[in-house]
């Protein structure tokens, strides 16, 4: 009994010392397991917060200004909620628009026009005189309501249209560059009695910007038919720096360059559009048809060819427009024929008739914060082929009292090149600079003979290169800066100046110049006029 006891025992021993170092192993490798575990966390860690930084320092930048996809991000990545989209739409159908109004002063400048297009003397003119400071409606662009809409019709088929007008805000009329001129008819003996008129493609009408409709395709391209901005005046908003601003561009507040050598033609009646893209490349034309008979302008033929590619533009217009109309006001003797044997119509108003040939080009640069522009136009004047008569139909309903149809004894070459920047310095503040020089040709011929006023001779005008005459040689410059703040959605906060100079032919006449009040030249009068017109401005836009 006794050794059995022992024997037991002595089993009992051996087991508990087999489980003792089993233990003892199991203990240690859940310690090696803890320490690797424990190493392996830390290692995560490491490159978890390695991989963080990384990411960060790669963030592509939220670009704050509307450039190109292709534009190069330049600051770190912003992370906000996106925009809601507040258009006021229904179906596809949406109202939008612009009002934009404020102060300004001009040294030399002349009474505001409540119907003008562009309602001051921006740029220096033949009225300029006196200080003006006050109201200055539309300076940093034009104020306007519209409605347009884009409706599938089909699988991938829309129709689509626009209707807009232009207005002066500060007093709620159509703009009227049209009747801004026959509102000064009789007025060209008393310059000091004129206010600022100036012609335009908007001559009252009840959609005086745009009225057109049409069908589109992301395939095919677009088609349109209505009243429409020509070509040439599309490629000078897409490539001016300061695109819309009757204040602070020349481009923009003359009209000329964007209707390819008379702002009526800035807008075309009858006209009918096409635009395809192929890729980065864009094609487009667009023709006006001419009413017929004795009416104006006549027919117009446009095209462009452009493309885009990592964030630079560039495009091409060329085109032909017939019997071009530039409005000028009516000379108390002109007036006093017309009134008793032609018909008032909306207005009556005088006029130089030509045929004029385009070319132009602008291009564009997109990188981070910059947008760089520039443009060329080459605009060739001729005497219509097309003479019209006394009693002419005009846009808007305007009779041609008394029509120019020999101006032009020698081509008149119209030059005009310009450059400019956009610098976002935050995605809400801007800065914005442009410079603008355009030039003529001497374009008197020996048929113009000499100058003669107030019984002075001032001697030929063929050839000539002074202020004797408006068919002089003569150049225009403008430099312009502004700064925009969009302080809030929709709407922003403006400060800019411009500064014109005109020499020469382009400042005939102008009382800064060699112009006497009663419209004569002064004979110790000089060559050149210059102004400048600081203005301050808020927009809301929607």
């Known amino acids: 009994m006794k050794r059995i006891f022992i024997s037991a025992a002595t089993i009992v021993a051996l087991v508990t010392l087999a489980h003792a170092d089993e233990l003892s ?5 859940a310690k090696q397991l803890r320490e690797q575990m424990t190493k392996r966390i830390a290692e995560l860690e490491k490159r978890q917060k390695a991989l963080e930084q990384q990411q960060k320092a790669a963030a592509p930048a939220v670009n704050p200004v509307d450039a190109m996809a292709a534009d190069l991000p330049y600051k770190a990545a912003v992370k ?36 003008a297009a562009a309602p001051l003397n921006s740029l220096v003119s033949r009225n300029s005189s006196g200080s003006y400071f006050g109201v200055g409606p539309n300076q940093l662009s034009n104020s306007f309501i519209g ?70 395709s992301p395939t095919y391209g677009t088609f349109t038919m209505g009243r429409q901005s020509a070509l040439t005046s599309e490629l000078i908003a897409n490539y001016d720096s300061l695109s819309g601003s009757n204040a602070f561009s020349l481009i923009t507040f003359q009209g000329a360059n964007g209707g390819g050598g008379d702002t009526e033609n800035r807008i075309l009646d009858n006209s009918y559009e096409y635009r395809v893209n192929f890729g980065p490349v864009r094609l487009a034309g667009e023709i006006q048809a001419r009413n017929g008979g004795n ?9 462009e060819i452009g493309f885009d590619y990592m964030g630079f533009s560039m495009d091409f217009v060329g085109g032909k427009i017939f019997d071009a109309v530039s409005a000028a006001a009516l000379t108390p003797g002109q007036l006093a024929i017309s009134a008793t044997t032609l018909s008032a119509g909306l207005g009556q108003i005088g006029a130089t008739i ?60 119209l030059q005009t090149a310009w450059a400019g920047a956009k610098y976002s310095i935050t995605p809400a503040f801007d800065i914005i600079g442009a410079y603008y020089h355009e030039w003529q040709n001497s374009f008197g011929g020996a048929a113009d003979g000499n100058v003669v006023s107030n019984g002075v001779n001032f001697g030929q005008i063929a050839g000539c290169t002074d202020a004797r005459s408006a068919k002089c040689s003569g150049t225009i410059d403008a430099v312009s800066l502004v700064v925009d703040w969009r302080f809030a959605r929709h709407v922003d906060m403006y400060a800019g100046v411009m500064w014109s100079q005109a020499q020469n032919g382009l400042a005939s006449g102008f009382l800064l110049a060699n112009g006497n009040n009663n419209g004569t030249l002064n004979p110790a009068g000089g060559n050149k006029a210059s102004s400048f017109d600081p203005g301050v401005g808020l927009r809301y836009q929607f």
């Open 25 to 29: 192993d199991i203990q240690t490798q």
């Open 80 to 115: 906000a909620k996106p925009a809601e989209n507040d258009d006021i739409c229904i179906k596809g159908i949406c109202v939008y628009g612009n009002f934009d109004m404020g102060l300004t002063y001009q040294n030399h400048g002349a009474p505001l026009n409540g119907i």
């Open 147 to 216: 409605l347009r809409g884009k409706q599938e019709i089909a699988d991938n088929l829309y129709a689509v249209f626009n209707l807009q007008t232009l207005f002066d805000v500060n007093n709620g009329q159509n703009s009227n560059g049209v009747g801004s001129v026959a509102q000064n008819n009789g007025l060209t003996t008393n310059l000091s009695l004129q206010n600022a008129f100036g012609d335009s493609s908007k001559a009252g009408q009840l959609f005086n910007s745009a009225a057109y409709f049409g069908i589109s």
């Open 295 to 303: 009416s104006a302008p006549g027919n117009a033929f446009e095209g």
């Open 354 to 413: 030509s045929d004029n040939t385009v070319f132009s080009v602008g291009a564009k640069y997109v990188i981070g914060p910059w947008k760089i522009f520039g443009g060329y136009e080459h605009i060739d004047l001729s005497n219509p082929n097309n003479a019209l008569n006394p009693g002419a139909f005009s846009t808007g309903g305007f009779i041609i009292a008394a029509p120019n149809n020999t101006n032009f004894t020698t081509d008149r070459i």
